[in-house]
C-alpha cells in the first residue's frame, strides 16, 4: 500500500516527501496507522550516515504509537483499534541463545531487524522507520500501550529512549540505596534521570548545560553537576555505583570513572561519529572498575517498562513538532536544544 513518508536520498541531503509502500499484513502481522514518532539522536546519526552503511532512501523512526488497523488471520495479541508502539527492532533470527532468552537486540544469528536500515524483502531492501502515516510489522515486535490516550504523543520516546534507559538500569541493579550518574540530559538522559528516580536510587544528573539544572531536579535528580566543572566533579569521586552515559559526543571518560566506587560501572549508551579518547586504565584496575555498553532491550523488557511507566506515570518531556520541521528539529538537537524529546505528529505527513 503506498504511504506518505519523509526520508533522504542522502547524508547531505534535507528530509522530503517520499511515497513508500508497505506490505499487505501478512498472516502474523500487524497494520499499525502512526500517530506520533519520537525523534532519536540515532535518526540524526543515521541519516547523515554518521556511522557510515546508511541505505538511502532512509525513512527513520524508532519511537512509535498508533492504532492497529489491520490484523493478520494468525495475529492472536492485537486486534483492530489498540493502541501500540513499535520500537528499535521488528525483527530477529528467534533461534539463537540471545533471541531465546528474549535479548532480541543481541541476536547472533541474522542479527536483529532495525525498524529502519534493516534487511528486508520488502521494497526497497531495507527497512523505512516511523516517519511515515502506516508500517506493518510482525506481532511479537509490537507493543501494548497502556497510559491514558491523552499521554501517547509523550509515550512514544519511550520505545527507545525508555528502554534504554530502563534496560541497563535493570542490568546493573539499580534502586534503593544506590548512587547513580545520569550523564547528558537529553533524550535518554531525562528519561534515566525518571526511571532511576523511580527506582527508588539517588540520581545525580550531570549536565553541560546550566540552563537545565533546576529542569534535572524537577525530573528527579536529588544531586545536578555541571559536568564541565571539575572542581564539583571531583567532590564526588569514588562515590559512585553505577554511571549512565547518554552523551552522543565524543568526550573523556577518566573524570567519569574516577567517580566510581570499588566495583562500580560506567555504562555507555551513546553512540558517537568519533571515538571517547582512550581511557586511563589505572583508573579501571585500582578499584576494579569496569566500563560497558548496553544496547536498547528485548521485547519482553519493553512491555515490561511500558508497564512500569503507567504505573508510576512516567512519560518524555516532549516538544511537538510537524514533520516539515524536521530538518530545524534536528540541528536544534545537534545543538543540545531540546527539551527533552522532540515528537511529530504524524497527521502532519497529510499536508
Ligand atoms: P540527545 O537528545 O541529543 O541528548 C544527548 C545529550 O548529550 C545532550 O542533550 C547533551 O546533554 C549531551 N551532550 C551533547 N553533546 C555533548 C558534548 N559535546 N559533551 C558533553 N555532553 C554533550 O540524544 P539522545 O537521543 O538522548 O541520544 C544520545 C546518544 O545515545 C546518541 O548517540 C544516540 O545515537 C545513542 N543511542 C543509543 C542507544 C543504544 O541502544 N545504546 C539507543 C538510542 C540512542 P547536556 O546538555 O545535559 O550536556
Ligand atoms: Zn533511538
Ligand atoms: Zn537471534
Not at 516517519?131 to 506493518?136: E, F, G, K, T
Not at 570513572?257 to 583508573?283: C, F, I, M, Q, Y
Not at 506515570?313 to 516538544?319: F, L, M, P
Request: proline fraction near 4%.
Amino acid at each position: 500500500m503506498t504511504t506518505p513518508a519523509y526520508g533522504a536520498y542522502a547524508a547531505d541531503k534535507s528530509l522530503e516527501p517520499i511515497e513508500i509502500e508497505r506490505r499487505a499484513p501478512g498472516a502474523g502481522d500487524v497494520q499499525i496507522e502512526i500517530a506520533y514518532c519520537g525523534v532519536c539522536h540515532s535518526d540524526l546519526h543515521q541519516v547523515r550516515s554518521e556511522w557510515g552503511g546508511t541505505l538511502y532512501p532512509c525513512v527513520p523512526g524508532h519511537e512509535i504509537v498508533g492504532k492497529v488497523s489491520a490484523v493478520g488471520d494468525q495475529v492472536t495479541g492485537f486486534k483492530v483499534g489498540d493502541t501500540v508502539g513499535v520500537g528499535c527492532m521488528v525483527d530477529s533470527c528467534r533461534q539463537c541463545q540471545s533471541c531465546q532468552e528474549g535479548e532480541e537486540q543481541y541476536c547472533t544469528g541474522t542479527g536483529f531487524v532495525g525498524t529502519y536500515n534493516g534487511a528486508t524483502q520488502d521494497a526497497p531492501g531495507h527497512t523505512l522507520g516511523g516517519y511515515s502515516q502506516r508500517i506493518v510489522v510482525d506481532e511479537d515486535f509490537v507493543l501494548h500501550i497502556r497510559h491514558s490516550e491523552d499521554q501517547l504523543a509523550a509515550v512514544a520516546p519511550l520505545l527507545c529512549a525508555g528502554i534504554t534507559t530502563y534496560s541497563p538500569l535493570r542490568h546493573w541493579n539499580v534502586g534503593p540505596g544506590k548512587k547513580v550518574g545520569v550523564v547528558g540530559i537529553g533524550g535518554l538522559g531525562h528519561m534515566g534521570i525518571k526511571i532511576a528516580h523511580a527506582m527508588g536510587a539517588h540520581v545525580v544528573a550531570f549536565t553541560t548545560s546550566e540552563s537545565k539544572r533546576e529542569d534535572a531536579r524537577k525530573l528527579g535528580a536529588d544531586e545536578v553537576i555541571n559536568s564541565r566543572n571539575s572542581e564539583e566533579v571531583e567532590s564526588h569521586a569514588g562515590t559512585f555505583d553505577f554511571i549512565l552515559d547518554t552523551v552522543a559526543a565524543s568526550h573523556d571518560l577518566d573524570a567519569l570513572t574516577a567517580l566510581l566506587k570499588r566495583d562500580g560501572t560506567l555504562t555507555l549508551v551513546g553512540v558517537p561519529e568519533h571515538p571517547h579518547p582512550s581511557p586511563n586504565v589505572g583508573n579501571l584496575i585500582f578499584r576494579r572498575r569496569a566500563i560497558a555498553g548496553s544496547l536498547i532491550g528485548g521485547i519482553a523488557e519493553t512491555q515490561e517498562m511500558l508497564d512500569f511507566c503507567a504505573e508510576h506515570g512516567i512519560v518524555a518531556e516532549i516538544e511537538m513538532i510537524r514533520i516539515q520541521e524536521i530538518d530545524e528539529a534536528y540541528d536544534r538537537m545537534q545543538r543540545s536544544d531540546v527539551k527533552y524529546r522532540f515528537v511529530i505528529d504524524n497527521s502532519t505527513l497529510a499536508a
